[in-house]
């Protein structure tokens, strides 16, 4: 059963055009989402986070997007650029527990064509 | 240099050989886990570890072990190896937050494990 979705597997887009990558969750105790870039040969690295207080976290180009009620994120790349091309994979966890459980989506693959 | 190592980073071995792929983290983390990607899966949990040890299961635990017997390693074992623990493996490592679950992991560069 998987409790993070991105039912993108892959996305392309034009250098300089925003980029968003959609993230869907079905546990509604989820309160701490992550995205993490990962570069071929290499392992993920953390992008950006949000907690379920907010909805919405911007950090440069990147911003993150959070709608409790509808159980989605999405994650917004202004201006993209060729070097973001990677695989991108959005994670869960809950804040309020001490498991120490992240569970990630399937990634998408974002191409920036320049 | 802040980073986590993992060795070895290719591997290729067969069916029932036991085998030890160790991770190493420079930064003082208490928290460490271990995850494998396959295609279409994503990352899937399969140990983690909050302190020394302190270790507990994640989602696909079953063939493989762990020990934590030191805070910066955290070695995941395979006792007996079978063709579906062909994956790519990674280690990472990050801080205890405040309500205690970790964020920010820090992840080594991978482990390529094929077993015939």
């Known amino acids: 059963d998987q409790q993070v979705k991105q039912n993108s597997p892959s996305l392309s887009v034009q250098e300089g055009r925003i980029s968003i990558l959609n993230c869907d969750y079905t546990?509604?105790?989820?309160?701490?989402f992550l995205w993490y870039k990962k570069y071929p040969a290499e392992g993920p690295t953390f992008l950006i986070s949000?907690?379920?207080?907010?909805d919405k976290n911007e950090d440069g180009r990147f911003t993150v997007f959070l709608n409790k009620s509808a159980k989605h994120l999405s994650l917004h790349i202004v201006p993209s650029q060729p070097g973001d091309s990677a695989v991108y994979f959005c994670a869960a966890a809950r804040d309020s527990s001490n498991t120490g459980k992240l569970i990630f989506g399937q990634g998408t693959t974002l191409q920036v064509k320049p | 240099e802040a980073q986590v190592t993992q060795n070895p980073r290719y591997l290729i071995t067969v069916t029932g050989k036991k085998l030890t792929v160790t991770c190493s983290q420079n930064m003082n983390h208490e928290y460490m886990s271990w995850y494998r990607q396959d295609p279409g899966l994503g990352l899937r949990q399969i140990y983690y570890s909050m302190n020394v040890e302190v270790t507990d299961k994640g989602d696909v635990p079953e063939g493989y072990k762990v020990s934590r017997k030191e805070k910066r390693n955290f070695p995941l074992i395979l006792e007996s190896p079978s063709p579906n623990q062909t994956s790519l493996y990674f280690c990472a490592s990050s801080l205890i937050a405040r309500q205690g679950t970790p964020y920010e992991q820090y992840f080594g560069p991978g482990t390529r494990l094929t077993v015939t």
């Open positions: 546990n509604s105790m989820f309160d701490y």
């Open positions: 949000i907690s379920s207080i907010k």
